[in-house]
């Protein structure tokens, strides 16, 4: 039997950027997942688990005509209530689970999922409806945490060194190398590759930003001067690109397979 929550409100877990690092690694997350869709006048794109609908607003903004697809009731009327208060051509919005896409096979030229298919039950089926409604020449972009990052391998070992060869308490409360509870996945780059590329001819598959979320690291990159934080914060990032098992965010994207 499936259990779904149709009213659920997911404002507690979309993180917002409160720190140097975080803003950095959501922007940086956000443009490039948003930028390898190629949004612009006469393109056709979905964005799956469009949440509070942000992205689907800036894919239309630039000229791109946009389906946010979200199950959630709340989040759908709160990205209307977003919509509302912005000018232009806006996405339509439509109530829709990822792995049953109520859409014909082949209708998008790019399809964007961000940050969500760690909340998803089906996570392959739903990758493959992904494959399913986007043209064969068309893309599929998935942006998703990398629980297997440099910064988690190492915080990790820390804490264990800490508390179990120390007896130290806790340092702190949730750590971000803990899979949250309303996640079904806990993907690293391995696992998300494995089951892109049954459907995806995988063109793309780099890394976004690295050590986000080291207690250290946050909290010196946070007292940097503006100019030297990014140019450290950028530095990093570049590694991450060429180094995608390392980096705190993993992108892939590419084509469907042909079938
Ligand atoms: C962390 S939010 C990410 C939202 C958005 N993509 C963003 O980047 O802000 C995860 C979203 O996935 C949606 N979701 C959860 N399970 C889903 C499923 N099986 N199919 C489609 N969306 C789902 C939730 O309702 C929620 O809006």
Same mark, same amino acid.
């Given at each position: 039997m499936r259990v779904v929550d149709l009213d659920r409100d997911m404002r507690d877990v979309i993180p917002t950027g409160t720190t140097r690092d975080s803003e950095f690694l959501f922007a940086r997350m956000t443009d490039r997942t948003l930028g390898l869709a190629r949004p612009g006048p006469g393109r056709r794109i979905l964005d799956v688990a469009s949440g509070f609908g942000q992205d689907a607003i800036a894919l239309a903004r630039r000229g791109a005509w946009v389906v946010g697809a979200e199950p959630s009731a709340r989040m759908t009327a709160l990205a209307a209530l977003e919509a509302g208060k912005c000018d232009g051509p806006l996405p339509a919005w439509v109530r829709g689970w990822a792995d049953g896409l109520p859409f014909a096979? !082949? *209708? /998008? #030229?790019a399809v964007i999922c961000k940050g969500a298919i760690d909340h998803f039950d089906r996570p392959t089926r739903a990758i493959a409806e992904m494959a399913r @409604? &986007? !043209?064969? %020449?068309? !893309? @599929?972009v998935l942006a998703i945490a990398n629980f297997d990052s440099l910064s988690c391998r190492w915080a990790r070992a820390f804490d264990g060194l800490w508390e179990q060869w120390l007896g =130290?308490?806790? =340092?702190?409360?949730r750590r971000h190398y803990d899979v949250p509870q309303d996640h /079904? &996945? =806990?993907? #690293?780059? %391995?696992?998300? =590759?494995?089951?892109a590329s049954a459907v995806l001819e995988l063109e793309v598959v780099e890394?976004? *930003?690295?050590a986000w979320g080291l207690p250290g690291w946050t909290r010196s990159v946070g007292r940097l001067p503006e100019s030297a934080a990014r140019a450290s914060l950028l530095a990093l990032d570049a590694i991450a690109r060429r180094f995608p098992s390392l980096s705190d965010v993993v992108v892939l994207a590419g084509p469907p397979r042909a079938a």
């Open positions: 096979s !082949r *209708s /998008f #030229d @409604v &986007t !043209r064969p %020449d068309g !893309r @599929v =130290r308490p806790p =340092r702190r409360g /079904f &996945t =806990r993907y #690293d780059l %391995d696992l998300m =590759r494995e089951q890394g976004i *930003s690295l």
